[in-house]
T-cell receptor
Framework: EAGVAQSPRYKIIEKRQSVAFWCNPI?????LYWYQQILGQGPKLLIQ????????DSQLPKDRFSAERLKGVDSTLKIQPAKLEDSAVYLC??????????????????FGPGTRLTVL | GEDVEQSLFLSVREGDSSVINCTYT??????LYWYKQEPGAGLQLLTY?????DMKQDQRLTVLLNKKDKHLSLRIADTQTGDSAIYFC???????????FGGGTRVLVKP
């Protein structure tokens, strides 16, 4: 079974530029998550999708970050304009979880390799 | 509020047991997880435990949960050099909802 795919793996940009990351979840997984992992810290959830609807975006800096999941499969995360403090690894994860209250075990989150962003 | 804390670093000799500790503050945490992250890689789920359990064993891994003290530990038996990585504990209040991670414990296994 193929895992969560992300691209690019690395990106270097200058501050105030724009950048976009792409994620392809595991086939059939209804729920998709984007996390930000700053060096030396644990990942922090930015946004969670259930199919193509947003479940939780409370920690997404909406003045500069946006995300979409068209057709409930692939997702893109965009930063416009980037700031120095956006330098981090952006992790995408997916889980089967077809609906709230689904059977235990369907909520396990599987992570992609991440995109390492450096903002200069 | 949610807060998960871990010690920063653990050094252990190959063949010994490793114990990684984690404390959390949210008493309504329902699911607690241990993830492993190797350099340049994503997070790999090692094991998880539901809050109605005290212990879970899975091959070389043993998870202990003390709900009263809000303390979670991961014991790795017969630690190998391939176990060198950063280990994160995480909590979730509702299955499938966001994970709140600790800052990670870097484990170094010495031959």
């Amino acid at each position: 079974e193929a895992g969560v795919a992300q691209s690019p793996r690395y990106k270097i940009i200058e501050k105030r530029q724009s950048v976009a990351f792409w994620c392809n979840p595991i086939s059939g997984h209804a729920t998709l998550y984007w996390y930000q992992q700053i060096l030396g810290q644990g990942p922090k959830l930015l946004i969670q999708f259930q199919n193509n609807g947003v479940v939780d975006d409370s920690q997404l800096p909406k003045d500069r970050f946006s995300a979409e999941r068209l057709k409930g499969v692939d997702s893109t995360l965009k930063i416009q304009p980037a700031k120095l403090e956006d330098s981090a690894v952006y992790l995408c994860a997916s889980s089967l979880r077809p609906h709230p209250g689904a059977a235990a075990g369907t909520d396990t989150q599987y992570f992609g390799p991440g995109t390492r962003l450096t903002v200069l | 509020g949610e807060d998960v804390e871990q010690s920063l670093f653990l050094s252990v000799r190959e063949g010994d047991s490793s114990v990684i500790n984690c404390t959390y503050t949210d008493s309504s945490s329902t699911y607690l997880y241990w993830y492993k992250q190797e350099p340049g890689a994503g997070l790999q789920l090692l094991t998880y435990i539901f809050s109605n359990m005290d212990m879970k064993q899975d091959q070389r891994l043993t998870v202990l949960l003390n709900k009263k003290d809000k303390h979670l530990s991961l014991r790795i038996a017969d630690t190998q050099t391939g176990d060198s990585a950063i280990y994160f504990c995480a909590e979730s209040i509702i299955a499938g909802n966001k994970l709140t991670f600790g800052g990670g414990t870097r484990v170094l296994v010495k031959p």
